[in-house]
């Protein structure tokens, strides 16, 4: 695998995990990995980029219909931030 394909492919892992961990939550995360929530923030700017690296390298990525749920939990939760900041009620 060259080298643009791999940092291709690691971006999108990056991608993908850091939007995990949006709709996870920082907290949340740090609570499950059992570390102070400012270790994440400091994870968020260079591990997960190195481990996404790893990963593409590996060739080992996210599954095409994990990001389609992924997308879909995303645009429900922004249309759900949406309705609340209007006024509206949203009920999934």
């Given at each position: 695998?060259?080298?643009?394909?791999?940092?291709?492919?690691?971006?999108?892992?990056?991608?993908?995990?850091?939007?995990?961990?949006?709709?996870?939550?920082?907290?949340?995360?740090?609570?499950?990995?059992?570390?102070?929530?400012?270790?994440?923030?400091?994870?968020?700017?260079?591990?997960?980029?190195?481990?996404?690296?790893?990963?593409?390298?590996?060739?080992?990525?996210?599954?095409?219909?994990?990001?389609?749920?992924l997308a879909k939990r995303l645009a429900g939760y922004l249309t759900k931030e949406k309705a609340e900041q209007c006024g509206n009620t949203f009920s999934a």
């Open positions: 695998m060259n080298h643009a394909t791999q940092s291709k492919k690691a971006a999108h892992i990056e991608s993908a995990l850091l939007n995990k961990l949006a709709l996870m939550g920082q907290k949340a995360f740090a609570a499950a990995m059992n570390v102070p929530e400012y270790q994440v923030s400091r994870w968020k700017n260079g591990l997960f980029r190195q481990v996404s690296l790893m990963l593409a390298v590996l060739n080992y990525g996210i599954a095409d219909d994990e990001m389609a749920e």
